[in-house]
């Protein structure tokens, strides 16, 4: 039973640990593998791309969770609620970010910024998603309390039922900063559009779990919905929607089962989480759960030593597709252990850190600031002198 906020809250971190390392080792494998050992043949791989699918809808998925819990448990509603001015805050932070891992200081130092720099990843659509999910509360917060959950579900089963029709548009029109939130024509690894849809379906879970938070039976039967639904979806929506374009002629259901990948990792999402549920009373390790409560810092660390953020020099740009099974699979082992260890070491120093950079970035505007006095006081000096010199001021 999930009598507490803290007991749910390490049950949902312990997805999250599980879903950023599985990322991990994903982009490493993905990144580094030689293509003479990408056998779609082989079980093994198959297996591994099949769950390496998985791990960006859970992720999405718990992020739209945690965030709408912590909005919803406070007694204030609509802007008065300060969940929402920190989720602001907190969206347009993890937007910035990652915009900020992709710059490169060299094409800066040669007064360019690459086309990289514009394209979409995981980071902007998470903050872009939290967001909208405010956008959608605030609006519903002060009429009937059915409202939000409802508008939430709706919104992921139009996003992912509409996905063949918007996945078509060309946004040529927008500006391509703009349009890459959209389409991955231009090289953008994620789009707000789907994937907005999980994380609205993780809110919408969030309030199912507060509602029902004090129930006896909360966890035996969420963790039955979750299996017989996640089974459906997986097994059953293909051919469901194929039954309908047959019965109704809609192309719409055809296009679907011909490339139902939402719904099914849906349904993986939702099996992923009966399988925490079941097992939430031996996932209260403190490392693992303080795992789920830094993935951010992870992320980054990973960002930068796989892709070489600021630099160009990662392990993505000296060894891109090219190494062996054996030698990717131990260095992505590796590679988890390091980004795991350095964000854990950096959450543990948090404090002192942003003591020590608040104190540099103060040095530095103060030393900004007084070069620019110092500036204008030279400037207004030579421009009296200038001004006497052709007798366009007395003296």
């Not at 990322?23 to 293509?35: A, P, R, S, V």
């Not at 960006?56 to 969770?65: D, E, I």
């Not at 379906?201 to 039976?217: D, L, P, T, V």
């Not at 192309?251 to 719904?263: G, P, R, V, W």
């Amino acid at each position: 039973m999930m009598q507490t906020k803290d007991t749910r809250l390490y049950f949902i971190d312990a997805i999250r640990a599980w879903a950023i390392l599985m990322m991990l080792q994903g982009h490493f494998i993905d990144g580094l593998l030689d293509n003479a050992f990408r056998d779609n043949s082989n079980i093994i791989f198959n297996v591994w791309k099949y769950f390496r699918g998985i791990t960006a809808p859970v992720f999405f998925t718990v992020s739209g969770f945690i965030f709408t819990y912590l909005l919803i448990k406070v007694p204030e509603l609509g802007w008065d609620n300060p969940r929402v001015r920190k989720g602001i805050r907190r969206g347009f932070q993890l937007v910035f970010i990652g915009y900020f891992l992709r710059i490169n200081l060299l094409g800066l130092f040669q007064g360019e910024i690459y086309p990289s720099f514009y394209l979409v990843d995981v980071l902007h659509c998470i903050g872009l998603s939290i967001l909208g999910i405010i956008g959608v509360y605030v609006l519903t917060a002060n009429r009937k309390k059915w409202l939000f959950p409802s508008v939430l579900l709706i919104i992921t089963t139009s996003l992912f039922l509409f996905e063949p029709y918007y996945k078509e548009v060309n946004f040529y029109l927008l500006p391509q900063w703009i349009a890459n939130y959209f389409t991955k024509s231009n090289g953008s690894v994620f789009t707000i559009l789907p994937w907005f849809g999980y994380a609205t379906f993780g809110s919408f879970m969030s309030i199912i779990f507060k509602k029902f938070k004090n129930h006896e039976k909360l966890y035996s039967r969420a963790i039955g919905i979750c299996i017989v639904l996640g089974a459906l979806l997986i097994f059953g929506s293909s051919e469901f929607f194929l039954a309908i374009s047959q019965a109704t002629g809609i192309q719409l259901f055809a296009d679907i089962f011909f490339n139902n990948y939402l719904f099914i990792r849906l349904g993986d999402v939702l099996v992923v989480f009966a399988v925490f549920m079941l097992l939430r009373k031996f996932l209260t390790n403190k490392v693992g759960l303080k795992l789920g409560q830094s993935t951010l810092s992870i992320y980054v660390i990973h960002f930068i030593i796989l892709y070489g953020s600021f630099t160009g020099l990662g392990l993505y740009g000296f060894f891109h597709h090219s190494l062996s099974p054996w030698l990717v699979v131990t260095g992505a082992v590796v590679f988890m252990i390091v980004c795991s260890y350095l964000a854990l070491l950096y959450e543990d120093h948090k404090a002192a850190i942003k003591a020590v950079s608040n104190k540099g970035f103060g040095m530095v505007k103060l030393h900004v600031e007084r070069t620019i006095l110092l500036s204008f006081g030279v400037l207004r000096f030579l421009s009296i002198k200038l001004l006497r010199l052709f007798g366009l001021t007395k003296n």
